[in-house]
Protein backbone atom coordinates (compact mmCIF):
# COMPACT_ATOMS: atom_id res chain seq x y z
CA UNK A 1 0.00 0.00 0.00
CA UNK A 2 1.01 3.38 -0.21
CA UNK A 3 1.70 5.10 2.71
CA UNK A 4 1.31 9.18 3.05
CA UNK A 5 3.25 10.58 5.83
CA UNK A 6 1.86 14.19 6.94
CA UNK A 7 3.83 17.07 8.57
CA UNK A 8 3.44 18.49 10.75
CA UNK A 9 1.08 17.09 12.85
CA UNK A 10 -0.49 20.17 14.54
CA UNK A 11 -0.04 23.68 13.06
CA UNK A 12 -1.13 26.58 15.48
CA UNK A 13 -0.97 29.62 12.74
CA UNK A 14 -1.68 33.25 13.54
CA UNK A 15 -4.59 34.83 11.87
CA UNK A 16 -3.51 36.22 8.67
CA UNK A 17 0.20 34.54 8.01
CA UNK A 18 0.75 31.69 5.86
CA UNK A 19 0.73 27.95 6.45
CA UNK A 20 2.13 24.94 4.89
CA UNK A 21 1.69 21.18 5.19
CA UNK A 22 3.70 18.58 4.03
CA UNK A 23 2.45 15.16 2.58
CA UNK A 24 5.38 12.41 1.76
CA UNK A 25 4.18 9.63 0.03
CA UNK A 26 6.90 6.58 -0.06
CA UNK A 27 6.20 5.41 -3.60
CA UNK A 28 5.64 8.05 -6.99
CA UNK A 29 1.86 8.77 -7.05
CA UNK A 30 2.44 9.53 -10.94
CA UNK A 31 -0.28 7.51 -12.83
CA UNK A 32 -0.19 5.17 -16.28
CA UNK A 33 -2.57 7.79 -17.83
CA UNK A 34 0.18 10.66 -17.09
CA UNK A 35 -1.52 12.53 -13.92
CA UNK A 36 -0.57 12.46 -10.08
CA UNK A 37 -3.33 11.78 -8.22
CA UNK A 38 -2.61 13.74 -5.44
CA UNK A 39 -5.54 15.46 -2.99
CA UNK A 40 -6.12 17.27 -0.19
CA UNK A 41 -9.34 17.44 1.83
CA UNK A 42 -10.12 19.96 4.48
CA UNK A 43 -12.35 18.67 7.44
CA UNK A 44 -13.90 21.56 9.50
CA UNK A 45 -15.47 20.22 12.82
CA UNK A 46 -18.37 18.22 12.68
CA UNK A 47 -18.19 18.37 9.38
CA UNK A 48 -17.35 15.80 6.24
CA UNK A 49 -14.28 15.87 4.20
CA UNK A 50 -14.35 18.71 1.39
CA UNK A 51 -12.02 18.68 -1.70
CA UNK A 52 -9.86 21.65 -1.99
CA UNK A 53 -7.26 20.05 -4.41
CA UNK A 54 -7.32 17.49 -6.80
CA UNK A 55 -3.97 16.79 -9.50
CA UNK A 56 -1.26 17.83 -6.87
CA UNK A 57 -2.26 21.64 -7.61
CA UNK A 58 -5.83 21.86 -9.39
CA UNK A 59 -7.95 24.14 -7.28
CA UNK A 60 -11.38 22.66 -6.75
CA UNK A 61 -14.52 24.64 -7.67
CA UNK A 62 -15.78 27.53 -4.62
CA UNK A 63 -12.16 27.05 -3.08
CA UNK A 64 -10.66 30.61 -2.47
CA UNK A 65 -7.13 31.50 -3.97
CA UNK A 66 -5.27 31.75 -0.92
CA UNK A 67 -6.11 27.60 -1.25
CA UNK A 68 -2.65 26.20 -3.75
CA UNK A 69 -1.24 22.71 -4.08
CA UNK A 70 2.42 22.11 -5.27
CA UNK A 71 4.61 19.40 -5.92
CA UNK A 72 5.34 16.22 -7.55
CA UNK A 73 6.33 12.55 -7.80
CA UNK A 74 6.76 11.76 -4.49
CA UNK A 75 6.49 15.28 -2.11
CA UNK A 76 3.41 17.59 -1.75
CA UNK A 77 2.62 20.88 -0.06
CA UNK A 78 -0.88 22.18 0.44
CA UNK A 79 -0.55 26.52 0.86
CA UNK A 80 -2.65 28.80 2.70
CA UNK A 81 -1.70 32.12 1.67
CA UNK A 82 -3.20 33.96 4.78
CA UNK A 83 -5.12 32.06 7.43
CA UNK A 84 -8.58 32.95 7.93
CA UNK A 85 -10.56 31.65 10.43
CA UNK A 86 -12.70 29.66 9.04
CA UNK A 87 -9.54 27.60 8.10
CA UNK A 88 -9.53 25.66 11.17
CA UNK A 89 -10.26 21.99 11.06
CA UNK A 90 -7.90 18.93 9.73
CA UNK A 91 -6.54 18.87 6.53
CA UNK A 92 -5.61 15.36 4.91
CA UNK A 93 -3.70 14.39 1.80
CA UNK A 94 -4.89 11.53 -0.18
CA UNK A 95 -3.61 9.72 -3.51
CA UNK A 96 -5.62 7.75 -6.08
CA UNK A 97 -3.36 6.60 -8.02
CA UNK A 98 -2.86 3.23 -6.65
CA UNK A 99 -5.53 0.77 -4.72
CA UNK A 100 -6.13 0.85 -2.06
CA UNK A 101 -6.37 4.57 -2.08
CA UNK A 102 -4.91 5.84 1.16
CA UNK A 103 -4.84 9.03 2.98
CA UNK A 104 -2.12 11.02 5.35
CA UNK A 105 -2.65 11.20 9.35
CA UNK A 106 -4.10 14.70 8.97
CA UNK A 107 -2.72 17.69 9.99
CA UNK A 108 -4.67 19.62 12.66
CA UNK A 109 -4.74 23.59 12.06
CA UNK A 110 -5.74 25.57 14.62
CA UNK A 111 -5.52 29.58 15.69
CA UNK A 112 -2.75 30.63 17.96
CA UNK B 1 -26.29 21.02 -5.94
CA UNK B 2 -25.17 17.97 -5.37
CA UNK B 3 -26.37 15.90 -2.52
CA UNK B 4 -25.39 12.44 -1.21
CA UNK B 5 -27.38 11.79 1.94
CA UNK B 6 -26.28 8.44 3.41
CA UNK B 7 -28.75 6.34 5.90
CA UNK B 8 -28.92 3.42 7.71
CA UNK B 9 -26.64 2.96 10.19
CA UNK B 10 -27.31 1.97 13.64
CA UNK B 11 -26.02 -0.41 16.43
CA UNK B 12 -25.40 -3.77 15.20
CA UNK B 13 -23.57 -7.12 17.01
CA UNK B 14 -20.71 -8.23 16.36
CA UNK B 15 -21.32 -10.82 13.33
CA UNK B 16 -24.17 -9.18 12.51
CA UNK B 17 -25.11 -7.25 8.75
CA UNK B 18 -25.97 -3.99 8.26
CA UNK B 19 -27.21 -2.25 4.75
CA UNK B 20 -25.87 1.47 4.22
CA UNK B 21 -27.77 3.35 1.22
CA UNK B 22 -26.44 6.96 -0.35
CA UNK B 23 -29.30 8.92 -1.91
CA UNK B 24 -27.50 10.85 -4.94
CA UNK B 25 -28.92 14.21 -6.63
CA UNK B 26 -27.99 17.12 -8.30
CA UNK B 27 -25.83 15.13 -11.43
CA UNK B 28 -25.96 12.39 -13.83
CA UNK B 29 -25.51 9.41 -11.13
CA UNK B 30 -25.08 6.83 -13.84
CA UNK B 31 -22.32 8.83 -15.53
CA UNK B 32 -20.20 8.54 -12.31
CA UNK B 33 -17.97 6.55 -9.93
CA UNK B 34 -18.71 6.13 -6.86
CA UNK B 35 -16.76 5.48 -3.41
CA UNK B 36 -17.43 4.72 0.68
CA UNK B 37 -14.67 6.30 3.10
CA UNK B 38 -15.07 5.32 6.60
CA UNK B 39 -14.12 7.60 9.60
CA UNK B 40 -12.87 6.22 13.37
CA UNK B 41 -10.79 8.63 15.24
CA UNK B 42 -8.01 5.78 16.10
CA UNK B 43 -7.60 5.52 12.32
CA UNK B 44 -8.67 8.32 10.37
CA UNK B 45 -10.20 8.17 6.82
CA UNK B 46 -10.20 4.80 5.53
CA UNK B 47 -10.98 4.19 1.78
CA UNK B 48 -13.59 1.03 1.76
CA UNK B 49 -14.86 0.69 -1.85
CA UNK B 50 -15.40 1.84 -4.90
CA UNK B 51 -17.61 1.42 -8.19
CA UNK B 52 -17.51 2.14 -11.63
CA UNK B 53 -20.41 4.24 -13.43
CA UNK B 54 -22.32 1.32 -14.79
CA UNK B 55 -21.46 -0.81 -11.67
CA UNK B 56 -19.46 -3.36 -13.57
CA UNK B 57 -16.24 -2.60 -11.15
CA UNK B 58 -16.12 -3.24 -7.73
CA UNK B 59 -13.02 -2.60 -5.91
CA UNK B 60 -12.72 -2.97 -2.15
CA UNK B 61 -10.32 -2.65 0.61
CA UNK B 62 -8.26 -5.56 2.14
CA UNK B 63 -9.98 -5.51 5.64
CA UNK B 64 -13.53 -5.39 3.84
CA UNK B 65 -13.28 -7.82 1.09
CA UNK B 66 -15.26 -10.95 1.28
CA UNK B 67 -17.32 -9.14 4.08
CA UNK B 68 -18.50 -6.11 2.05
CA UNK B 69 -20.49 -5.48 -0.77
CA UNK B 70 -20.82 -2.03 -3.00
CA UNK B 71 -24.09 -1.95 -5.59
CA UNK B 72 -25.71 1.03 -7.11
CA UNK B 73 -29.10 0.93 -8.86
CA UNK B 74 -29.34 3.95 -10.96
CA UNK B 75 -32.91 3.86 -11.30
CA UNK B 76 -33.36 5.45 -7.69
CA UNK B 77 -30.25 7.31 -7.84
CA UNK B 78 -28.68 5.53 -5.05
CA UNK B 79 -25.30 3.56 -3.79
CA UNK B 80 -25.68 0.60 -1.55
CA UNK B 81 -23.12 -0.93 1.02
CA UNK B 82 -23.94 -4.11 1.98
CA UNK B 83 -22.11 -5.08 5.50
CA UNK B 84 -21.74 -8.98 6.79
CA UNK B 85 -20.13 -10.27 9.36
CA UNK B 86 -19.07 -7.04 11.05
CA UNK B 87 -16.56 -7.30 13.79
CA UNK B 88 -15.96 -4.18 16.13
CA UNK B 89 -13.17 -2.43 14.18
CA UNK B 90 -15.72 -1.74 11.58
CA UNK B 91 -16.74 1.01 13.88
CA UNK B 92 -16.83 3.90 12.09
CA UNK B 93 -18.99 7.05 10.29
CA UNK B 94 -19.83 5.66 6.78
CA UNK B 95 -19.37 8.36 4.18
CA UNK B 96 -20.32 7.99 0.31
CA UNK B 97 -18.71 10.36 -2.13
CA UNK B 98 -19.03 11.25 -5.72
CA UNK B 99 -16.12 10.03 -7.67
CA UNK B 100 -13.27 7.79 -8.77
CA UNK B 101 -9.94 9.74 -8.99
CA UNK B 102 -10.96 12.45 -7.00
CA UNK B 103 -14.16 12.39 -4.70
CA UNK B 104 -15.35 16.19 -5.40
CA UNK B 105 -18.81 15.91 -3.17
CA UNK B 106 -19.10 13.78 0.30
CA UNK B 107 -22.30 12.82 2.04
CA UNK B 108 -22.74 13.82 5.45
CA UNK B 109 -22.28 10.89 6.87
CA UNK B 110 -23.59 7.58 8.73
CA UNK B 111 -22.61 6.23 12.31
CA UNK B 112 -22.59 2.23 12.34
CA UNK B 113 -21.58 0.82 15.78
CA UNK B 114 -20.73 -2.47 16.18
CA UNK B 115 -21.09 -3.65 19.93
CA UNK B 116 -22.82 -6.22 21.96
Known amino acids: DVVMTQTPLSSPVTLGQPASISCRSN???????????LSWLQQRPGQPPRLLIY???NRFSGVPDRFSGSGAGTDFTLKISRVEAEDVGIYYC?????????FGQGTKLEIK | EVQLLESGGGLVQPGGSLRLSCAAS????????MTWVRQTPGKGLEWVSS????????FYADSVKGRFTISRDSSKNTLYLQMNSLRAEDTAVYYC?????????WGQGTLVTVSS
Open chain 1, 94 to 102: MQTTQFPRT
Open chain 1, 55 to 57: KAS
Open chain 2, 97 to 105: AKGFLLFDF
Open chain 1, 27 to 37: QSLVHSDGNTH
Open chain 2, 51 to 58: ISGGGGGT
Open chain 2, 26 to 33: GFTFSSYA
